[in-house]
């Protein structure tokens, strides 16, 4: 067989098989209940995140002088204008909670691209030269995981100064030892296959035999990792919120806004549990989705 | 080992490196907003070593830690490591108070919902689980002091004692030495402290050894070894106390070791919530006053024990797994 037919029957059973698989997976992604109300719920934060500015009943940063700390509507002095109540400074609960969404989505996804993308080079750089390579990485990236995570990231902070682009940057930089360890545990795994050998053999070029034969076999740990990483980028920021070192006020970040409220919270319930509630759910649903995920793609769990 | 020693001076070199990287010039950092003169700044310079080559002030940041000498706090103008000794006990008692609610409720928890797979024991308790590992601890924190400290009025808001009671610290636990001291009421109340920082900060270990030991479990539960021994007709306790628990605690035991960096980075949070005068709490109010050298040198001994803890973790996997001990 020649090279070009092995490429000709290779894409041919791929056009196929990706189909199959992507409807295997769906298959087993479905048999988890919890995954797809996560997926679901997931979805409609997407939504709210994306018409944030048509769902809003107000604008999140205007205070109304006349109603502050008012309670939500069903509790007495509540009014129907503010459903979910007003803060400190007369702002309405729910718009900033609404608009607060697309900060958490916005957060998660740059934070998952990044250390994605740097920690799959690394982690592939590691698992396929070895050697000194290997070591200096593996090394730095056991420096990284000597401090926790929290910490590293409040210190970055420190050190590039408070706000929302910093803490994103911290928290990618602390979360990146992670995808760089799984890759590089998967190139290892996958070089000692037969099907690179047989590369090899044929010549596929080095960056072609990187990226192109070896990184899509590894990618089932590393979407589960973005998953699980996609859900704790979003409580690291909004506990770095919390502690003042992420968005700044009046930014209607989950985090950001329960630090605000700490002062109310024997005196307004829902200035404090409402934000939570928002983060809580937000990222139990991108969990429930990374387990389904995970149930969905671990071939060792599969029981066919 | 072998990796420990190069990691450990990593470590070091971040925490030298982080003073260094701090925008602006270390010396007007430290003196604040007051300012100082040129002569002043310039003795300062030279009084810290910032005017000598970077490689020398790393040779003799190491020569000083080798002394056991971290620096000096800006704003107490006391050893950064006589500080951390003194709140380090305080953590520690948080941790462990933490990692013990965790282990006594997660590890039956799991346990029990691995032998009733698909039972409704096991649904709640994966559920349960799966929400206290998404749970924004700083605010589950303030739910609880909204609810047992606002409304029922049982536990006290913040630190770790009534200022009723004082009396010299001889372990720096504050349960043990509130006993010691043998004054009427004061281990109670050192107690009624401790309880609610405590569930916070262990809610996501608990969470985690719950899933760990549930899907260890399972996986033991499946392998030959487990049906053979059934087969011969040994009962359920026997196969599960003694067949099963010993091959998966190993797992268990990994993430139990890992939730040491998790306690920290919890303690940050539970410490800052709850006024509670540990090494978390200490760490933040540092940066926030901008005291570098505490921050520095926090941030070397925390990673030490950190690094401590997964050595010690590392060698009790030997012991409960002679695999282990002879592939390493």
């Keep these: ?304 | 080992m072998g990796v420990l020693v190069p990691t450990f001076f990593g470590v070091t070199l971040v925490a030298f490196v982080f003073i260094r990287m701090l925008p602006g010039d270390p010396v007007l950092l430290m003196a604040g907003e007051r300012g100082m003169s040129e002569e002043r700044h310039a003795e300062m310079m030279k009084q810290f070593g910032f005017d000598r080559p970077i490689y020398e002030q790393y040779f003799s940041y190491i020569g000083d830690l080798v002394q056991g000498d971290l620096g000096t706090s800006i704003i107490t103008k006391k050893p950064v490591l006589e500080e951390f000794m003194t709140l380090f006990p305080a953590t520690v008692e948080l941790s462990l108070c933490a990692i013990i609610i965790a282990i006594f409720i997660g590890l039956p928890a799991g346990m029990i919902a691995a032998t009733r797979r698909g039972s409704s024991f096991d649904h709640t308790v994966m559920a349960g689980a799966l929400t206290g590992y998404s749970m924004p601890i700083f605010w589950w924190g303030l739910l609880l002091i909204i609810l047992f400290s606002g409304i029922l009025g049982w536990t006290p808001v913040s630190g770790r004692i009534s200022l009723l009671y004082f009396f010299e610290p001889v372990t720096g636990f504050m349960t043990i030495d509130s006993l010691l001291s043998g004054q009427k009421g004061a281990f109670s109340s050192a107690l009624s402290h401790l309880i609610l920082p405590s569930i916070v900060l262990g809610t996501i270990p608990l969470a985690v050894i719950a899933r760990q030991t549930r899907s260890a479990m399972l996986e033991v539960l499946g392998e030959d070894y487990v049906r053979t021994a059934r087969a011969k007709g040994l009962g359920p306790g026997r196969v599960i106390g003694l067949h099963t628990l010993r091959n998966a605690m190993i797992p268990v035991i990994t993430v139990i070791g890992l939730q040491v960096g998790v306690l920290f980075a919890g303690a940050i949070l539970t410490e800052t919530i709850f006024s509670w005068p540990g090494i978390g709490k200490w760490m933040v109010d540092s940066i926030f006053r901008r005291d570098y050298p505490s921050v520095q040198g926090g941030l070397l001994l925390i990673a030490a024990v950190v690094m401590l803890v997964n050595l010690v973790v590392d060698l009790l996997y030997g012991l409960i797994n002679p695999q282990i001990r002879h592939t390493d």
């Design chain 1, 1 to 304: 067989m020649t090279e070009a037919t092995v490429y000709e029957e290779n894409s041919d059973s791929r056009q196929g098989g990706r189909l199959a698989l992507l409807s295997e997976f769906w298959a087993y992604f479905s048999e988890n209940r919890g995954a797809v109300i996560g997926l679901i719920f997931f979805v409609c934060i997407v939504i709210v995140a994306i018409f944030a500015g048509y769902l809003a009943p107000h604008n999140p940063n205007e205070q109304f002088r006349e109603a502050f700390l008012q309670p939500p509507f069903w509790q007495d002095g509540g009014e129907i204008r503010f459903p979910l109540g007003t803060d400190a400074v007369g702002r309405d609960v729910l718009s900033r909670l609404i608009h607060g969404s697309r900060y958490s989505l916005f957060i998660g996804c740059i934070v998952v691209s990044v250390s994605l993308v740097v920690g799959v080079m690394l982690g592939l750089c590691a698992g396929f030269f070895r050697g000194k390579v290997e070591s200096v990485i593996m090394r730095v990236m056991d420096v990284v995981l000597a401090f926790p995570s929290l910490l590293l990231a409040l210190v970055l902070v420190a050190i590039l100064g408070p706000s929302l682009i910093n803490a994103m940057i911290a928290i990618a930089i602390v979360q990146q030892p992670h995808y760089v360890r799984l890759t590089r545990a998967a190139v290892i795994g996958e070089t000692a296959r037969d099907y690179v050998t047989a590369a090899k053999v044929i010549g596929v070029r080095r960056l072609r035999l990187m990226f192109v034969t070896i990184l899509p076999n590894c990618m089932a740990p590393l979407i589960v990792q973005a998953a699980l990483s996609f859900s704790s980028a979003i409580l690291d920021a909004a506990a770095l919120g919390f502690l003042g070192m992420g968005a700044q006020p009046p930014t209607p970040e989950w985090g950001t806004m329960l630090a605000e409220a700490r002062e109310f919270i024997l005196r307004a319930w829902w200035v404090v549990t409402l934000p939570g509630v928002a983060i809580l759910t937000t990222v139990l649903a991108i969990n429930l989705m990374g387990d389904g995920l995970r149930d969905a793609l671990d071939p060792k769990l599969k029981r066919s």
